[in-house]
């Protein structure tokens, strides 16, 4: 599930006819925006790591994950959007080492939102085992899972290149995009299959949990019924995530409706696939979690009063 500025040609909103201003602005917005989510994702993980209560639960080792795994999609990206303009083509070596981590962390997480889908199921649909279910340990060993799947989805790209590519082809200069590097027929069948795969499981993961869920808060459960919200939040941003499957026929879209606008058509399409998503993750999960929220609230505010090292959950 690659979503990724590797996955079309309109990756990084490039238009050779940008006069400088515009280009100008066009980068200054990006790097701002990606500080500025940057920032706040850092000090998120800052205040996890000061606190050994969110270090030994499952929910925020999940979380947390998720916004280190943005922090580094997010800087890939950006690093792509800028070289595009900086450079125009850069060499085949160069091109691949930036995309496969924006490969591998965006198809971390659709993943990532489902198995915190199921830490949800576990703690309302059958509380009892949860200590059981859920640990520190077996997070940390799904998070390699998590890894170790998505490696072995990008992984026979790469040695299809290395066994396929001419020689030549590695010493060249691309415009660096997925289907540029990995352009096989292969690659590209192979891509498809795993965007569905990935997105069939992830779904029904949804799915489930989500109705499981349902009918416990029916009950007036108001803890179920904060995780039935977290889980629509999970599938509004695997749909924010998404929109790079609509991204050729959005394009022509707006190009219908606002011809001679195609600079600012692809600009805003890369900001609401690439910026937007990373933007949701700190409010959907950080935000609305109230001892989390005490916490990160004196960190990012750089507050005079030290917080404790220790918290208690009534």
């Known amino acids: 599930m690659n979503f990724t500025p590797g996955d ?4 990084t909103a490039v238009n050779y006819w940008d006069t400088f201003n515009m280009a100008v602005g066009k980068n200054v917005a990006v790097v701002v925006l990606g500080i500025t989510i940057n920032y706040i994702n850092a000090t998120m993980v800052h205040t996890f790591n000061k606190h050994h209560f969110f270090k030994a639960n499952p929910r ?19 690093s792509l959007f800028i070289f595009s303009y900086a450079f125009n083509t850069v060499y085949v070596p160069v091109c691949i080492l ?10 971390n997480t659709p993943l990532n ?20 279910i859920c640990t520190a340990r077996r997070t940390y060993l799904v998070i390699g899972i998590i890894w170790a799947t998505s490696s072995l989805s990008v992984l026979p790209d790469v040695f299809m290149l290395l066994a396929t590519e001419p020689l030549q082809f590695l010493h060249s200069r691309v415009y660096c995009y997925r289907d540029a590097v990995f352009r096989s027929t292969y690659s590209l ?4 299959a795993s965007h569905i795969l990935f ?31 977290t889980i629509l939040l999970h599938g509004f941003q695997v749909l924010l995530c998404m929109m790079v499957y609509v991204q050729p026929m959005l394009h022509q879209l707006l190009t219908k409706l606002f011809p001679g606008d195609d600079r600012f058509i692809k600009f805003a399409i890369f900001t609401i696939n690439q910026i937007l998503p990373r933007f949701v993750s700190p409010i959907v999960y950080g935000l609305r979690d109230k001892t989390f929220r005490k916490f990160f609230k004196r960190y990012l505010c750089r507050s005079n009063n030290r917080p404790k090292t220790t918290t208690t959950i009534s």
């Open 113 to 132: 939102l489902a198995f915190m889908a199921a830490e949800c199921y576990v703690a309302v649909c059958i509380p009892l085992r949860y200590n059981y």
């Open 199 to 229: 997105l069939v499981v992830v779904w029904l993961s949804l799915f489930y949990t989500y109705f499981r869920i349902l009918l416990v808060a029916k009950a007036a459960h108001a803890e179920a019924k904060k995780a039935r919200n």
């Open 60 to 78: 925020y080792i999940l979380f947390i994950h998720l916004v280190f795994n943005d922090m580094i999609q997010l800087t890939t990206s950006i």
């Open 98 to 107: 930036l995309i496969l981590p924006a490969i591998l962390t965006t198809q």
């Open 189 to 192: 069948k192979k891509r498809d």
């Open 8 to 11: 079309s040609n309109i990756t």
